[in-house]
């Protein structure tokens, strides 16, 4: 039932945008439709006349695919280490996914100015040194601590300042 809901009000968006809300690009600068500027994979390759961009593309590939690990790997942990029934799993990631909308949502927009005042062309870095510590600090105080080794204790410290600085700014 949950999927047929969730399908349902994806045909309204639809149905929304294509009925009620208006094209914002003028007729005479639209182009015809393209099934090769249609593909995603040509898309990328269209990406590669900027290398930088094309690099940004592919850190954020890999930090969204080291992101989308933690709640898989959570599923399993969970039922192995505190034999959580599905109904907790759920709970738990729901939780998570309310705290990330929340900090997200209103707190990043907060806080950022403030840092940003308080150390002037430093805000990025102490957002890799907050997040890298408060990494820290959770795993260390993780059971079983599979990885805890120093170089992923050093990736902590060196990645958030990179989603930090996406986000934030």
Same mark, same amino acid.
């Given at each position: 039932?949950?999927?047929?809901?969730?399908?349902?009000?994806?045909?309204?968006?639809?149905?929304?945008?294509? %009925?009620?809300?208006? &094209?914002? %690009?003028? &007729?005479?600068?639209?182009?015809?439709?393209?099934?090769?500027?249609?593909? @995603?994979?040509?898309?990328?390759?269209?990406?590669?006349?900027? @290398?930088?961009?094309?690099?940004?593309?592919?850190?954020?590939?890999?930090?969204?695919?080291?992101?989308?690990?933690?709640?898989?790997?959570?599923?399993?942990?969970?039922? &192995?280490?505190?034999?959580?029934?599905?109904? &907790?799993?759920?709970?738990?990631?729901?939780?998570?996914?309310?705290?990330?909308?929340?900090?997200?949502?209103?707190?990043? *927009?907060?806080?950022?100015? *403030?840092?940003?005042? !308080?150390?002037?062309? *430093?805000?990025?870095?102490?957002?890799?040194?907050?997040?890298?510590?408060?990494?820290?600090?959770?795993? #260390?105080?993780?059971?079983?601590?599979?990885?805890? #080794?120093? @170089?992923? *204790? !050093?990736?902590?410290?060196?990645?958030?300042?990179?989603?930090?600085?996406?986000?934030?700014?």
């Amino acid at each position: 039932m949950p999927f047929f809901a969730a399908a349902g009000l994806a045909f309204l968006n639809m149905g929304y945008g294509y %009925l009620i809300l208006p &094209e914002s %690009l003028p &007729e005479k600068d639209r182009r015809s439709f393209s099934l090769k500027r249609a593909n @995603p994979v040509g898309a990328v390759f269209q990406m590669r006349q900027y @290398p930088v961009v094309f690099g940004l593309i592919g850190v954020m590939l890999l930090l969204q695919i080291a992101h989308d690990a933690n709640p898989s790997v959570w599923t399993y942990y969970t039922i &192995e280490k505190f034999n959580w029934s599905t109904k &907790e799993i759920g709970y738990s990631l729901g939780f998570v996914g309310i705290m990330i909308a929340l900090v997200q949502g209103g707190l990043i *927009r907060l806080v950022i100015p *403030r840092v940003a005042d !308080l150390l002037p062309g *430093r805000a990025i870095s102490y957002c890799r040194i907050a997040g890298g510590y408060g990494s820290n600090w959770i795993q #260390s105080r993780a059971p079983g601590k599979l990885s805890g #080794s120093r @170089p992923y *204790r !050093l990736g902590r410290v060196i990645v958030p300042g990179g989603a930090c600085s996406y986000r934030a700014f």
